[in-house]
């Protein structure tokens, strides 16, 4: 399985990001799917996290009503809508598939992608 992320680049504080997740060579709809997010010098954290079918989301804290993730099992794609960004929120955001679930823990997914650096000036 193999996951390519996308839709990074610099941006202003207050601006919006569209991240996209394509995954190959597995089924799509099998995994439960999750970003994660990696700040120099910080742990990998979560960020949010979507069923197998997209009817259950999960979020931290953080980004909670800024953030939405969402996916299309027909083009085989998730989708990280960032909306009010904040300079905290620069990082390299990786996706991630998870056969069990949907978890807030990086050491539960399955398959990563390689990640998408996402800056934001204030």
Same mark, same amino acid.
């Given at each position: ?36 997010? $990696? ?5 990998? !954290?979560?960020? &949010? ?5 997209? @009817? #259950? ?23 990280? $809508? ?5 300079? !905290?929120?620069? &990082? ?5 598939? @998870? #056969? ?23």
């Amino acid at each position: 399985v193999q996951l390519q992320a996308s839709g990074g680049g610099l941006v202003q504080a207050g601006a919006s990001l569209r991240l996209s997740c394509v995954v190959s060579g597995g089924t799509f709809s099998n995994y439960g799917m999750g970003w994660f997010r $990696q700040a120099p010098g910080k742990e990998r !954290e979560f960020v &949010a996290g979507i069923s197998w079918s997209g @009817d #259950r989301t999960k979020y931290a804290d953080s980004v909670k009503g800024r953030f939405t993730i969402s996916r299309d099992n027909a083009k085989n794609t998730m989708y990280l $809508q960032m909306n009010s960004l904040k300079s !905290e929120d620069t &990082a390299v955001y990786y996706c991630a598939a @998870d #056969r069990a679930g949907w978890g807030t823990r990086w050491i539960e997914y399955d398959y990563w992608g390689q990640g998408t650096q996402v800056t934001v000036s204030s």
